[in-house]
């Protein structure tokens, strides 16, 4: 059975750096596009940073650019998301999603929840002092 599997997720302190992980199973991960999306409370969930199959390219939301940063280990079938400088206004449930199709290129604008259509359960980062 096909599925993702995110971690990683915790409660931490504004100006600290946190990585999450996302392990995929049941697929070829190595044609995947890998994209990490987060819900707020309260708010519509959002994308933040995707990566291409091969790894070679990657984008973040332009207001989290320098902060947000995918990547990939295909050998591992993991992907990983790193924050820092988190602020409380990063608290949310972080979601890794999954497709087949080319969604991450130099000519994506946004990264659109209806592109993916596998999706992990979430992890909850909550950043509070």
């Known amino acids: 059975q096909a599925q993702l599997v995110e971690s990683g997720g915790a409660l931490v302190q504004p100006g600290e750096s946190l990585r999450l992980s996302c392990v995929a199973s049941g697929f070829n991960f190595d044609y995947l596009t890998i994209a990490w999306f987060r819900q707020a409370p309260g708010k519509e969930r959002e994308g933040v940073a995707c990566?291409?199959?091969?790894?070679?390219?990657?984008k973040a939301k332009d207001s989290l650019k320098g902060r947000f940063t995918a990547s990939r280990n295909n050998g591992a079938r993991t992907a990983s998301l790193l924050i820092s400088t988190l602020r409380p206004a990063d608290t949310g449930v972080y979601y890794c999603?999954?497709?087949?199709?080319?969604?991450?290129?130099?000519?994506?604008?946004?990264?659109?929840?209806?592109?993916?259509?596998?999706w992990g359960q979430g992890t909850q980062v909550t950043v509070a002092s």
């Open positions: 990566i291409m199959s091969t790894g070679r390219y990657t």
């Open positions: 999603a999954a497709t087949p199709a080319q969604r991450c290129t130099y000519f994506t604008q946004e990264i659109v929840e209806n592109d993916y259509v596998h």
